[in-house]
């Protein structure tokens, strides 16, 4: 089985322990898991944020998801190739995430997935 590599969690995702462990104002990736018990954590979906991994994990709470992981990320570009990664390493394409589409980079930009060409060709 793949791992993540993010650093912090599991957590359940509530508001509270959101507050309490993200603490920075940063970019940075989080995975979220359907199941409330402590254990062995599935990935279910993968997100990020790029501007604050805080705020991003708040629009979650009070879903479907009921624990999360996540990692702060030194830019929004490197939040975005972390995203892919664990994009393709836990499903990918017709995989069993949630995740329906390859992660979007942001508008603006010229970046490449690291696992494939998905936007090969592509420049804004």
Known sequence: ????????GSYPLTSEKIETKVT??????????KRSKEG???VNYVGRADVSVNERLHKWVGSK?????FD????????????CEIYHDFGGPGGEMD???HPKRPEG???QCPKCDVFKGQWW
């Open 1 to 8: 089985m793949p791992k993540t590599g993010l650093r912090y």
């Open 24 to 33: 920075r104002t940063s970019p940075g990736v989080y995975v979220l898991d």
């Open 40 to 42: 062995t954590f599935i």
């Open 65 to 69: 998801y009921k624990r999360f992981k």
């Open 72 to 83: 702060y990320s030194s830019s929004p570009k490197v939040a975005f190739e972390k995203e």
């Open 99 to 101: 995740n329906d589409v």
């Open 109 to 111: 930009t010229n970046w």
